[in-house]
């Protein structure tokens, strides 16, 4: 067997790389709870059925499915069957949206609506792997369910400031639009039924210019005629004031795009009102590729780093799908692993997020460690992390392994100290070492 | 599409199960903590190679593997390949350990040993679902790699009790024994290559009986006369230092099986010095399924539930597969799922593990949300948690909503309120409604 290896876009993590984390982890748990969100898990695994369709193709493309086994799998093999579907009834989750849908709809007797929660698990995608982007990525969820009201977007752009203030990241910007403008805006150029080809072209415009969503456009079918008249959108520029303006004139036809003007007027009005509004930028080129959004949406983007840190948006009636009809749901999600990429690239990590051992005892044989061990369990209980190096092995070695922990204190307890009932303490901080009862020293910790 | 389910064997968690789960996880996270152990994770998928063979033929059939895309899939399908391994290269995690040794190697240049690493993450086992046993199901490990000192038999035995104990897990036995042990009455009956299959049918003695164990043993291929000399052993018992002596002379003959003695006896030495000699069981029927154990095993059970609900043991050597040789190691195993049904079926989680909200605001409509907004950004920023309803619904909705998040605080603000400058505040807990300044009630919290 060659060297190990572990699937490609799949990491491990050490443990400094986890304390970093989980450092992040509790930031957006904290501000979720915070706001009365309630964590839920659901399976890595679901029914293939549940998530085919529901992301697009791409999106069924770059699922994993599991391989069925034993019968069901020599049952296709006899049948000569040919699809990949015949050979898989389980994915791994693709995103948390789409099986929090179907976990809504299926616990619907045991919540109360509107039901709010917040989900941190890792969702697997087949993605070409690069930069920031991974085939196995943790998301932090956090949606409202069973709410119509826009309240739940300006509570949700509140959690965006919240939690990226309290992890210092540079100059971010919450790009926001609304799903129902962009489908105005298809209605007025008369491609209503190429909306979602428009927006997943227009989504592009930042990685291939102008020039190229111009020419995709045209060879997705939509008109020359329809191509032109969509320029002054697709160059929208000036502030957001002057860009709702615009953008009112244009959809004076389309009673869906002025709708979204308005629900994005009524969520900017309660923004300001925070001092929130800097934090904003109405990007009316932003699309975000899932199928299921219907309103509002966001992605955030922030100083130096390419790509989105978090996205979200509006997705009523995603629910439907599953059986359980005009349940209004807004979300967003932050992208844990990019959010570390930042952080760690701009040392931005508080000094106290790895702890390191507070207390080594060095191990002078089996006499001194059956002495220890019961003073290892007194610094248990009073919850102080301490260990013994777990063989008497060469001092150097020793203490060159309390170095790797970052431990505080450095004690030695050999024949002497037992005989003296005194043990011997270093503090590993300022270099002083005294001998001290350990009653005593344990009290000063 | 008819009612979403999950598939068979997995679940979901609400919010109340998450509190339960937490509370768990928790408490065996400070323990490992306290004991210097460092948190690490490693991707829910492996290259397939790296699992197949080190759990045995039952682990390769239950393993979940991932579907082959695109043109791979395509290939094998015009090959005509007829294998499920000709279909798959990737599979869903079947335990924590194969995969950690395959990381103790692959990182081995970023970690100092002795590496004491935990790890809270699910794994994946398309076992026959049932109670207490999940196709998807969280291990809560804790293993040394880098060591052969016995000291960390001790430590992790001091891990069992002070978990088991925070957590009130009425009247445990951690059970005991070691492979050696077990090789060493192999060898002594004279059947030194059977030794996994006559491990596997001995652990088979509380499920099936004696006499089906026997008649598994023949049907194996045992000698007549070996499984009659296996007899005392099988039916052995006692007290631990009774045991030890029948065990003593019946390995006379065996070098490995008297170490195994030697290595038992060690360990419960330190044991009785820490008075912990009382929750263990020697336990010479106890065998552990999986392949890669070679000293000590642990399986810890509690009155009223059937089956395990933790395991462990060293497993030496491990790493050699993966091209590292010499490695001592040695963990042990939380099963949360099982201890959160023990917990729940004695009604032993704490009554603060489910947190209620602290704080909720009453939506009277736009103008007092805008006003209540601006105080939950305070309440917030000292970490207390509290929401407004998302929309002016009937008091009575509201009200019941409070209610489900178990509001402790239900606050009051109209049009009056907004011009008195007062809120009014209702705590839940006792009836007592107060007309107060935001301040003061910000203050009192």
């Known amino acids: 067997m060659g060297k190990p290896s572990i699937p490609k876009g799949t990491r491990d993590f050490l443990p400094k790389q986890m304390a970093g984390r989980n450092y992040i982890f509790n930031v957006v748990k904290r501000v979720f709870k915070n706001h009365g969100f309630l964590q839920i898990e659901t399976p890595a695994i679901e029914n293939l059925n549940t998530l085919t369709g529901k992301y697009g193709e791409e999106g069924d493309q770059l699922m994993f499915k599991i391989l069925n086994r034993g019968d069901k799998f020599k049952r296709a093999i006899n049948d000569g069957l040919q699809k990949e ?83 210092s990241i540079p100059n971010y910007t919450i790009k926001i639009n609304n799903r129902k403008i962009l489908f105005g805006i298809a209605e007025v150029i008369g491609e209503e039924d190429k909306i979602i080809d428009i927006t997943i072209t227009i989504d592009k415009l930042d990685k291939i210019g102008l020039e190229k969503v111009n020419e995709e456009l045209l060879s997705k079918g939509v008109a020359s005629d329809a191509v032109a008249k969509l320029q002054p959108i697709i160059k929208l520029s000036g502030s957001t004031f002057e860009k709702i303006n615009i ?65 979200g ?9 599953f059986g359980l009809k005009g349940m209004g749901a807004v979300g967003i999600s932050f992208g844990a692993d990019r959010i570390y990429d930042v952080l760690l690239e701009k040392d931005l990590f508080p000094e106290d997020a790895m702890q390191g051992l507070q207390v080594f005892f060095v191990n002078f044989g089996q006499r001194e460690a059956s002495y220890i061990f019961p003073l290892l369990s007194k ?45 011997s303490v270093k503090d590993m901080k300022n270099g002083i070492q005294e001998e001290i009862r350990f009653e005593d020293f344990l009290n000063k910790l």
Chains 1, 2 share one sequence.
């Open 85 to 167: 579907t015949d050979f898989s009834e389980l994915a791994l989750k693709y995103d948390q949206t789409v099986p929090f849908a179907r976990f809504v709809v299926q616990n619907q007797n045991e919540i109360t609506f509107p039901f709010k929660r917040y989900q941190i698990q890792p969702v697997w995608r087949a993605d070409r792997p690069g930069k920031g982007r991974y085939r196995e990525f943790y998301q932090c969820d956090v949606d409202v369910v069973g709410s119509d009201s826009l309240l739940c977007e300006v509570e949700l752009i509140q959690i965006y400031n919240e939690v990226l203030s309290a992890l």
């Open 247 to 311: 953008l009112k004139q244009f959809l004076s036809e389309s009673q869906t795009g002025l709708k979204g003007i308005e629900e994005l007027e009524f969520v900017l009005d309660f923004i300001k009102k925070m001092n929130l509004e800097k934090s904003l930028d109405l990007d009316v080129t932003l699309a975000r590729g899932l199928n299921y959004y219907t309103g509002i949406i966001f992605e955030v983007v922030c100083e130096g780093f390419k790509g989105s840190i978090c996205g």
């Open 313 to 321: 948006g509006r997705y009523d009636g995603l629910t439907d799908q």
């Open 379 to 423: 610094l248990h209980k009073k919850n102080i992390s301490s260990e013994i190096y777990p063989s008497s092995a060469k001092m150097k070695k020793q203490m060159s392994y309390a170095d790797s922990k970052g431990a505080r204190y450095v004690v030695l307890v050999g024949s002497n100290e037992i005989e003296s009932g005194l043990i």
